[in-house]
């Protein structure tokens, strides 16, 4: 199979397009080595693919490169909760208008097949029970409720505590920030183009993606590259509001094998969304915890606070990456973590000034 992988120089297209070429694939590597992302040079796991320097934005580019190719893996995107709310043009800019070029030149060229990087973060404050009414919205946290340290989200109908649930893939989808909006369009896009053309789109929601060639030293890094940074310092890690609200942590070698079993499976009709995830939930404050240990630095502080944008508590139900794609994760948390410790990141990315 040729696949056409974008962002394949970044930390998870990186590693899909190894996983591809192992598998005796042909990758057409593409990736604007966006500043939020890329630091220096181009690094060495990136060369092996003679990468094309260019963005999905340019419709002539991608009509270079698109003929002869089986199915696009989609990972290029501008990612993270950003730094305010001025990045809102370049999140749309790249993540969707981005996407809307590509799917065009899809179509122009006949290929049907996309794998599209999606997020849990369209799901905003995931699934919640309550014991008098079942499966509910949370209300808002509200802010005086965050300064007081009450950071649990309660029944929107009677006020009472809730239990987090895994969320599914049907659940609704409420997007919290600018970066969660930009998913969410970009699932739509792919939706409508798989409508209009009759391809099919696996669309993999990922949880909380850690590991090897992770960016550091950086606001859009994830919260586990931000942790390991602050240990290496020798400053301890900072927890937001008291650090156990709850993730699925997933090791990006399980991410990049989701991907391959998505390329390889018979499309669906239309878009299907599945998570991605390890199904195995932990703490904020437990995976601090585990890689200060790992690393031999200063336990975790918790600083309490909320950002805007943050959610309490958002686990995946894993079971129909499972029953479609035969994807379950292999790298444990404690495992994974240990391993983090020590694992190349990529050099440290330019900031804006």
Known sequence: MRVLVTGAAGFIGSQVADLLVAEGHEVVAVDALLPQAHGGELPDWSRRHDPVLGDVRDAALLDRLLPG????????????????????????????????????????????????????????????????????????????????GRYDPTCRQCGAALTPALVPEDAPLEPRSTYAASKVAQEHLAAAWARQTGGGVWALRYHNVYGPRMPRDTPYAGVASIFRSALADGRPPRLLEDGRQRRDFVHVADVARANLLALTAPPPEGLVPVNVCSGEPHS????ATTLAAAMGGPAPLVVGGARPADV??????????????????????????AAFATDPLREPAALPA
């Open 284 to 287: 904020v404050g437990e995976l």
């Open 69 to 148: 190719v089986d199915a696009v893996c989609h990972q290029a995107a501008m990612v993270g909760h950003g730094l305010d709310p001025g990045d809102a043009p370049d999140y749309a800019s790249h993540n969707d208008y981005g996407t809307a070029v590509l799917l065009a030149a899809m179509y122009r060229a006949g290929v049907d097949r996309l794998v599209l990087a999606s997020s849990m973060v369209v799901y905003g404050e995931g699934r919640y029970e309550c014991a008098e009414h079942g499966t509910v919205r949370p209300a808002p946290r509200r802010p005086a409720d965050l300064d007081a």
């Open 312 to 337: 309490r508590h958002i686990v995946a139900d894993p079971r129909r990456a499972a029953e479609l794609l035969g994807y379950t994760a292999r790298v444990r948390f404690a495992e994974g973590v």
